[in-house]
């Protein structure tokens, strides 16, 4: 059964960022990436002529914030859900969003596994929408369940090879003490940045590392790893 593709907006200011954005929406068999926003105001107008379904927003852009696009009639008009993903910890930009109904709210630095997680939830929420003309209960309370599914940790080393995380691994070993930055890790290993993020979030949850923020340009904090103290 050929099933149809969910069309995903990009609306992030840092390049680097957006391409992992980018690159996550291009492995997925449902989701067809139709442009990359850098400001509010591109983003508006890509909404306009793209007509998506998935909206990924950014909070912190150059001509103010991704939260007043969410309560845009223009955003309704369009159909198109929203994850909103932002360094605003503020109960007041939560609150917000949620309200104006995005789908989910992410925070930086995001979390791959986490992203992906948002992205295979919206995907289920579009296709039980689309099969579901008529609802009973059951199939309300199961799309409810979808956009506040309450994530389990778990340490499955799913799509984790022996090597590499051994090459990761062995970095943290001989500097216990010293913070690193992913862009560290990927110079020092040589890996991908998508396969630098995957294997130290991995290595997060298996209590391997630790992490910290260190907070510079307003809006992007960087997510900072650390052999975990034993």
Known sequence: ??????????????SALAQLHAELISKHPRLRLVGIASSLADAQVQLESKQPQLMLLDNYLPDGKGITLIS??????????????TAASDMDTCSQAIRNGAFDYILKPVSWKRLSQ????FVQFAEQQRVWKIVDQQNVDSLYQLQAKNYR??????????????????LFNQKSAHFFSVDEVVTETGLSKTTTRRYLEH????????????????????????????
């Open 1 to 14: 059964m050929q099933h149809e593709l969910i069309d995903v907006l990009i609306v992030e200011d840092e």
């Open 72 to 85: 845009n009639p223009m955003l309704t008009r369009a159909n198109c859900s929203v994850i909103f993903i």
């Open 118 to 121: 948002s992205l295979e939830r």
């Open 153 to 170: 940790q778990d340490n499955g080393s799913k799509g984790i090879e022996e090597n590499t995380l051994a090459l990761v691994q062995s």
């Open 203 to 230: 290595c997060v949850e298996a209590g391997f590392l630790s992490v910290e923020m260190l907070y510079g340009k307003i809006g992007h904090p960087r997510r900072m790893y650390k052999r975990a103290v034993l």
